[in-house]
């Protein structure tokens, strides 16, 4: 069983891990934070995994503290490009 | 032989950042670079804790969290540097202009 | 293993020494706009303190401390022998000499805390705890962890005055010194991983000459020496220091740098004293020789005061280096090793003294004159006559003319340089002394020009501050006169590569 | 097991590609991503590296705080690098000497010895005298709580240094801009609903990080996070740099650290010394107070110089 | 009754894989910004939790699958969130380009 | 060895009052001058008690180690009492000149600061009882001189600042490296009679010795290394006679009578074959230094190269390494002094009282300033070897001591650079006193004295000049220079 799980973890693994070409091509920069976003939920998810294959309770620690800030990085990459840097993304 | 793979990676990411560091011009790259490197050497010591045996030698485990931290705080001085140099010039590299 | 807590005989006086000013700067940030007489209050009871540790390792020996009871390899020691001792007190003296001087520069108007006034302070207690942690410390990560408290108080101490080319060359430098910190922490995992200690003294008895060893010493000593801005890893260091407040010129200049090239040392004679060769070391002088002769000429080129005194500590520096291979690095031990040894230190305190001088002697020509441009300073000398004649006497010692601690030091190596056939290096400090020569003369020149009408500076200039810059250069006279004290108590404890004593 | 080398093998390789890229990538946006995506996935090599005391600080650094850092900073500083880098050649051979050092560090990875030293047996036969049971912690607080010490210690100067950029007619006054979001907005909705969970789970971290994975950095970086989003939610505001009661909470964890240090010297024998009977009891506060300061000092230290008046 | 929590587990884990494969797919294929990013916040979040799903028999007890819940919970929150404010700033970034839509 | 202060106390009359100089204000002139004075005094009144228990064999020392290898170390033998009684005798007339001949002008606690800083560096040298001490005291000196020679402060003056600190840095460069070599081989090195070489090779003394003399012969103005001397003539009056009689020009001299009498000792020297290409630079310098005087037009100029030539007298005398000559350079240091001296201040005097600089504006000065050209003419025969003025002594002995060495071209030597001599200070003496003033038939006589300028720069050349005489007359007193100088080189040679 546990060998499967790390299987999966690494074939999610590489497939987020694809995915992160975006940022290379971008074009927009919403486009490039995406890919990361991506590789978020990726991340979890092969953590999760490996917490049950290697019998780590404690990783599923670190996958709720990514979970926690998983939205972080897009927060302030959309306050940056609001007009002020500082003012309502929403606007 | 976890160790020793993830311990070549630090090796690896040493030899990137280095060259990240002293090829890049923009502070904020060099400070991307510099980050690199450190995580190479924090992964490296990391391998060197890991041929402890199982679950590791906690030792540098603290270690390479007082390194990271040590980092951020260098890292948010050097991004207020870039900040500040940048609005003062319009430059975001410490270098004089050649010339 | 419980806490193996071994009291040591006597008042741990090697603790209080980093603490006190690390204590004063936590407490400098609630106590605000009292920031500077905490710091006024705890600068001479450091002086003291250090005196004290002094007078215990010159009574006592070699001291050291388990932190917490926890004995390494498990937990950190602290020690101190003479050559620490003499480290801690040469910055507190010139400590002294700097609040000194800045008490009135960096002082805020009553009832109000000023940025300057507060954040001064504050990192200069800052800065003195981690120079003390770095002459202490017994622990390569830990001394890393006091590297790093060094260059964040450094770093804003160099852009105080938030000028353009002052973050720029604060941004510079701490690349420089990130880069250097990163290096030498990965040299402390490679020796963490073939010994399983970074305890000094424990790495003496494991570490042997092997491959991972000289790779460990290799980026170590790569790492301190950007951070000791050893050519060709100099550039950061004079438009840093040049750039910086007078005061916080001369502690960078004085002070800081000497904590990575104290490593050096530390790493070579005492972490891993068979490691070294010979040829290491006379590369690390050959680059030593490099930074005498470069800086020299640059220095000579320089127009602005701040930047010749900059050069001129690129210059010196090299000096350092050329001790390493006089003292025995890469050798067995040889019967002039104490004298070189004892010379590299005493040319590190001695110009450690001149150097705070100079750049607090720079700084007050550059407030009575408004700028610092060499060729306009003409008849600063006679309105500034003390200051002039401090700067003259920090001068001599840079020179290696005697009567200096200058001298005595290069006096020293000299000899050891002839006694050990390394004829080379002589020829090398004896062209650096030309050059210096060259460099100060031309600062000095225009000051003593007569001018039609007496020049009045735009500023006037405390009698308090021209008296602190002649004490600092006096210091660095003094230690010309009466060395013994000092070279005596840098016997205590010295590393077995330079054992022996010559005459 | 095969599969984990597998699962190492592309771990390793999307790790290496991902930094390639961010020192190659020709858009600054573009490699500060890299970087972030880069951080999450050192994390889960912490994992496999059986350190999950530093994955946990990891993912709170560099999912949280590194990315608020540089992500912020990109919009602010735009330009490119006006001077040229080195040229091909130049380039060339400074990638061939960084390739030379990482060779030669691999050459010293693979000559490490075996048995590998370790301090295992070290920690195990001291770490009933502390009362804990994450052997880091026992590192961090009782063996090493020097360094520890030091560490908050250079927090607080980067912190001191940050600061010391404000123009002098804005000392004291609130760091950053003031965030506005409008109130009905998903961020303001995000920004009240994630705090009360980020309290909760920087707290958590805190507490098991005496017997497990996490403690005082973990717990603090998380708490950091949690209010810089609330702060560029717009829903708090960053306080004023003269604020005595922030003063206090930033020294809040030096003190503790150092008063009870001190006291063991008096206790214990010696500076950070604990007596053994009340170890726990005073590691767990000092970790409580050093929590505190280091929430405080990460976010301001993300939060910039102050750039409001008072 | 182990094999059936073993065969679950697999069959979610697996499904969950396909998911983000598909939301990988979509991200590097679709042809423009808005779409990509339609694709990605629903795929990848139904990936995750059909991963998490699939190893929640595997948990120790109930606090831990509550912990695992609430871990996708928060991964959904943050997708929701992020795709409503990364489609404004794509929205503003790309206006006026030729295939973004109108300023 | 008794009195181990007594040697310290020597050094301090001159050291004290330099650094209480420099703190006064510059309008303390009336306790600038006492202190000068007192200083003055009170290291001639310890010379002169040292004098007679030296005389009767025995030495003062005081040692003190500064770190292992190093010592400091001041020892008072007839050599060193030699230098000691002339620079202090000396100190004492030019501070009563300088304080004349400044007056009023500006930086004067600067210039009596480094004044006093000079004349105790050359204490110094003189006291010092081995070469690391010498060199001490040796490079203080250069240190202390440059803010004199640049006291005016103008481009001209840091124009030969500049040369006098490139040659004498040189110069001590040379010195240090022959120190540090020597040393490094044979440990430290100091005075004691008869050297302490002799196991070394050759090759190795001869580098040394080239080393340790070439560095010296900056300071003592033997070409080619001379050029900074007439350079630094642009430098007031009394800073020439320090760097001419009482300081700079004679520690280069001194120390090479150190090197050659005391490291070395006078048999290594003759068996190495090292003295005789040095007795032939001095001599080319005696005679170049004479033909270039020869040619200058400016009063001052001609008298530095008259010292250039002058000089080497000294470094002829022990070059020789024969008894009598050594006694002739030995003296030669005191008698040069005495009368270089007094024609310094006399053109001092000329320049300031009658502003005549060139050669051809002496017509009738004698006339004008009686005093002042006797004194003149007195050292200026003296110079040329006319009898019974010191100089006759000393080139006498010099002669004889050259036939005695069997180096018959010393003779040649000697009459040549009489005879130059005479050729550019007899027409300054004559144009004095038999050509009439230019422009002065009117005007009745006046007293004697009040054609002279300010009684203090009139006194010090008188003083000098009677001196000079005396020491010439009474040369067979067992004081007198000539007998010391005997009394050295018969304690040198065991005789």
């Known amino acids: 069983m546990a060998e499967f799980l790390v299987v999966a973890a690494a074939f999610v693994l590489l497939t987020v891990g694809a995915g992160l070409v975006r940022i290379l091509h971008g074009p927009a920069e919403a486009d490039r934070m995406m890919a990361a976003q991506l590789l978020g939920s990726g991340g979890i998810a092969v953590l999760l995994l490996l917490a049950v294959a290697m019998e780590r309770p404690a990783a599923v620690d670190v996958a709720l503290v990514l979970a926690l800030l998983a939205a972080f990085a897009a927060v302030a990459f959309v306050k940056g490009r609001s007009p002020s840097g500082a003012g309502d993304p929403e606007a | 032989m976890t160790a020793t793979l993830y311990g070549l990676t630090g090796a690896a990411l040493v030899g990137i950042g280095l060259y990240g560091l002293i090829v890049r011009r923009h502070a904020l790259r060099r400070l ?25 030698d906690p030792v540098p485990h603290a270690m390479i969290i007082t390194g990271i931290v040590v980092a951020l705080a260098a890292t948010a001085l050097g991004v207020a540097l870039v900040l500040h140099l940048a609005r003062e010039t319009g430059r975001a590299e410490p270098d004089p202009p050649e010339g | 293993m419980p806490p193996v807590a071994a009291p040591e005989a006597g008042f741990p ?25 905490l710091a006024l209050l705890l600068i001479p009871a450091g002086l003291v303190v250090a005196l004290l540790l002094a007078a215990q390792v010159w009574r006592e020996g070699e001291v050291t401390y388990a932190l917490g009871g926890w004995t390494p390899p498990l937990g950190i020691a602290l020690r101190a022998d003479g050559f620490s001792a003499v480290m801690v007190v040469t910055t507190a003296v010139v400590l002294l000499g700097v609040a000194l001087f800045a008490q009135s520069s960096f002082r805020a108007p009553p009832g109000e805390e000023t940025r300057a006034a507060l954040l001064f302070w504050a990192l200069l207690l800052g800065l003195w705890g981690a120079l003390n942690a770095a002459f202490l410390g017994n622990d390569l990560f830990n001394l890393y962890v006091a590297l790093e408290l060094l260059t964040l108080a450094a770093v804003p101490m160099a852009s105080l005055e938030a000028r353009a080319e002052t973050l720029a060359a604060a941004l510079r430098y701490l690349f420089f010194a990130l880069a250097g910190s990163v290096l030498y922490l990965l040299g402390a995992v490679l020796l963490y991983g073939a010994y399983g200690t970074l305890d000094i003294t424990l790495l003496a008895e494991r570490a042997g000459p092997e491959p991972v060893t000289w790779a460990a010493a290799a980026l170590m000593t790569a790492g301190l020496l950007a951070k000791t801005a050893l050519f060709p890893l100099h550039l950061w260091l004079p438009p840093a220091h040049a750039g910086a407040p007078a005061a916080a010129s001369a502690v960078l200049s004085a002070l800081v740098v000497k904590a990575s090239f104290f490593l050096v040392l530390r790493l070579w004679f005492d972490a891993l004293p068979g490691v070294m060769t010979a040829a290491a070391g006379q590369l690390l002088a050959a680059l030593g020789a490099g930074a005498i002769l470069f800086g020299s000429v640059l220095a000579l080129h320089q127009v602005r005061m701040k930047l010749l005194v900059a050069y001129s500590t690129v210059a010196q520096l090299g000096y350092l280096f050329l001790m390493v291979p006089l003292a025995g690095g890469g050798g067995a031990a040889q019967p002039w090793d104490a004298g070189a040894w004892s010379g590299g230190v005493l040319h590190a305190v001695s110009h450690a003294f001149a150097k705070a001088a100079m750049f607090l002697a720079a700084g007050l020509f550059l407030r009575a004159a408004g700028h610092d441009r060499i060729a306009e300073l003409r008849g600063m000398g006679a309105a500034l006559p003390m200051v002039t004649l401090a700067f003259g006497l920090a001068g001599l010692s840079l020179l290696g003319l005697p009567p200096s601690g200058g001298f005595i030091a290069k006096w020293l190596l000299l000899t050891t340089a002839m006694a050990s056939g390394q004829w080379w290096w002589a020829l090398v400090m004896f062209a650096g002394g030309l050059l210096a020569a060259g460099y100060v003369f031309r600062a000095l020149t225009p000051l003593l020009a007569r001018t039609e009408t007496p020049v009045l500076p735009g500023r006037p200039v405390p009698r308090h501050q021209q008296w602190a810059v002649l004490g600092l250069a006096l210091c660095s006279v003094a230690l010309g006169v009466a060395p013994l004290m000092p070279f005596a108590l840098l016997q205590v404890g010295r590393p077995e590569a330079a054992e022996e004593g010559i005459g | 097991m095969t599969a984990l080398w597998l699962l190492d093998l592309c771990l390793v390789a999307v790790i290496l590609a991902v930094a390639l890229s961010a020192v190659a990538a020709r858009d600054l946006f573009a490699a500060t991503v890299f970087f972030v995506a880069y951080g999450l996935l050192i994390a889960l090599a912490w994992v496999r590296l059986d350190a999950v005391d530093v994955a946990l600080a990891e993912a709170a650094i560099g999912a949280g705080l590194t990315g608020v850092l540089l992500l912020g900073v990109t919009a602010r500083v735009h330009m490119e690098a006006r001077t040229p880098g080195p040229g091909r050649g130049m380039r060339l051979a400074i990638g061939a000497g960084c390739a030379a050092v990482s060779v030669a560090l691999a050459a010293a990875v693979l000559s490490l010895p075996v048995p590998a030293p370790s301090l295992v047996p070290a920690v195990e036969a001291a770490i009933p005298a502390t009362g804990l049971g994450n052997p880091v912690t026992a590192v961090l607080l009782a063996f090493r709580g020097y360094d520890t010490l030091l560490e908050t210690l250079v927090l607080l100067l980067a912190l001191l240094g940050v600061w010391s950029l404000a123009p002098d007619r804005l000392w004291g006054g609130r760091p950053g801009l003031r965030h506005r979001a409008r109130p009905e907005g998903t961020l303001a909705w995000l920004g009240r609903l994630l705090p009360p969970i980020g309290l909760l789970v920087g707290v958590y971290v805190f507490w098991i990080g005496s017997d497990q994975p996490g403690g ?30 922030l003063r206090l909470v930033l020294v809040a964890g030096p003190v503790v650290f150092l008063g009870i240090g001190t006291a063991g010297l008096f206790v214990a024998g010696a500076f950070l010394g604990y007596p053994p009977a009340a170890a726990k009891t005073l590691i767990v506060t000092v970790e409580a107070a050093l929590t505190l300061s280091i929430a405080a000092t ?12 008072p | 009754m182990r094999l059936a929590l073993d065969l679950f587990t697999i069959l979610c884990v697996s499904a969950g894989g396909v998911f983000f494969l598909a939301a990988t797919i979509g991200m590097l294929r679709f042809p423009d910004t808005l779409t990509r990013l339609h694709a990605l916040t629903k795929a990848d979040n139904l990936g995750l939790g059909l991963v998490v799903l699939g190893l929640l028999p595997r948990m120790e007890g109930v606090a831990e699958a509550l912990k695992l819940v609430g871990i996708w919970l928060l991964a959904l929150l943050a997708a929701a ?12 970034e790309t206006a006026g380009q030729p295939g973004g839509p109108p300023r | 060895m008794r009195g181990a202060l007594l040697p310290l106390l020597v050094l301090a009359t001159s050291l004290v009052p330099a650094v209480v100089i420099f703190f006064l204000s510059e309008h303390a002139w009336r306790t600038r001058t ?50 000691v009684t002339l620079s202090a005798a000396l100190w004492l007339l030019t501070t009563i000149y300088a304080i004349a001949y400044l007056g009023e002008g500006p930086h004067q606690s600067r210039f009596f600061g480094f004044f006093s800083l000079c004349v105790a560096a050359t204490t110094g040298i003189a006291l010092s009882g081995s070469l690391i001490t010498f060199f001490i005291f040796y490079e203080l000196l250069t240190l202390s001189t440059w803010p004199l020679v640049v006291h005016r402060g103008d481009g001209e003056s840091f124009a030969a600042g500049r040369k006098y600190l490139a040659y004498t840095l040189g110069g001590s460069t040379s010195l240090l490296l022959g120190i540090v070599w020597l040393e490094g081989l044979v440990g430290p090195i100091e005075f004691t009679r008869h050297g302490t070489l002799a196991g070394l090779d050759s090759a190795t003394l001869g580098i040394c010795f080239l080393l340790l003399v070439g560095g010296l012969a900056v300071k003592a103005a033997i070409v080619p290394l001379h050029a900074w001397l007439p350079a630094a003539m642009v430098a007031p009056a009394p800073v020439s006679a320090l760097l001419h009689a009482v300081a700079v020009v004679k520690a280069g001299a001194f120390g090479i009578l150190r090197v050659v009498l005391d490291v070395f000792g ?13 007795a032939a630079m001095a001599s080319l310098t005696i005679l170049y230094g004479s033909l270039r005087a020869l040619a200058q037009d400016d009063i001052k100029r001609r008298l530095a190269f008259s010292t250039v ?13 024969g008894p009598v000559a050594a006694v002739g350079g030995l003296v030669h240091l005191v008698h040069q002094g005495l009368m270089k001296i007094t024609l310094f201040f006399c053109a001092g005097a000329l320049a300031e009282t009658l502003h005549i600089h060139k050669v051809g504006e002496m017509d009738g000065a004698g006339r004008r300033m009686p005093l002042t050209m006797l004194a003149f003419s007195i050292a200026a025969l003296g110079m040329i070897g006319v009898p019974p003025v010191a100089g006759f002594v000393s080139k006498w002995y010099l002669g004889v001591g050259g036939l005695q060495a069997g180096q018959v071209w010393v003779i040649f030597v000697l009459a040549g650079s009489s005879l130059l001599n005479a050729a550019y200070f007899l027409p300054l003496v004559y144009r004095a006193w038999f050509v009439p003033p230019p422009g002065e038939r009117a005007g009745g006589w006046t007293p004697l004295l009040a054609r002279e300028g300010h009684w203090g720069l009139v006194l010090p050349p008188v003083a000098t000049a009677a001196v000079a005489l005396a020491a010439g007359l009474f040369a067979a007193v067992a004081l007198s220079p000539l007998g010391w100088a005997r009394l050295i080189v018969a304690r040198d040679y065991g005789l």
């Not at chain 3, 209080?16 to 500077?36: K, N």
């Not at chain 4, 990460?298 to 008046?309: H, K, Q, S, T, Y």
């Not at chain 5, 969130?81 to 503003?92: D, N, P």
């Not at chain 6, 030539?309 to 020789?320: C, E, K, M, P, R």
């Open chain 5, 81 to 92: 969130t992020v795709a409503q404010l990364v489609a404004r700033a794509a929205l503003r």
């Open chain 6, 309 to 321: 030539s002058q000089v080497s007298y000294i470094t002829l005398g022990v070059a020789l390494a």
């Open chain 4, 298 to 309: 990460l976010a301001l230290l993300v939060a910039g110089a102050p750039e409001r008046a």
């Open chain 3, 13 to 37: 006086w090697i603790v209080l020494a980093i603490l006190l000013p690390l204590a004063g700067m936590v407490a400098a940030l609630p106590l605000g706009r009292h920031a500077r007489a």
């Open chain 6, 266 to 278: 006078i048999g290594l020297v003759q068996a190495e074959g090292l003295g005789v290409p040095l």
């Open chain 2, 32 to 56: 991307l670079a510099f980050n690199l490197l450190g995580s190479g050497v924090f992964l490296l010591f990391g391998a060197v804790a890991e041929r402890a045996g199982p679950g590791g």
């Open chain 6, 34 to 83: 006492a202190i000068n004075i007192a200083g003055a005094v009170g290291k001639l009144a310890l010379v002169a008690y040292m004098l007679d228990s030296v005389a009767a064999g025995a030495e003062y020392e005081l040692r003190f180690p500064l770190v292992p290898g190093l010592d400091f170390l001041l020892r008072v033998d007839a050599l060193a009492l030699l230098f």
């Open chain 4, 216 to 245: 005082a950095f973990q717990a603090g970086t998380i708490l950091a996070a949690v209010w810089l989003l609330a702060i560029m939610a717009g829903l708090s505001d960053a306080p004023p740099v003269r604020s005595l009661a």
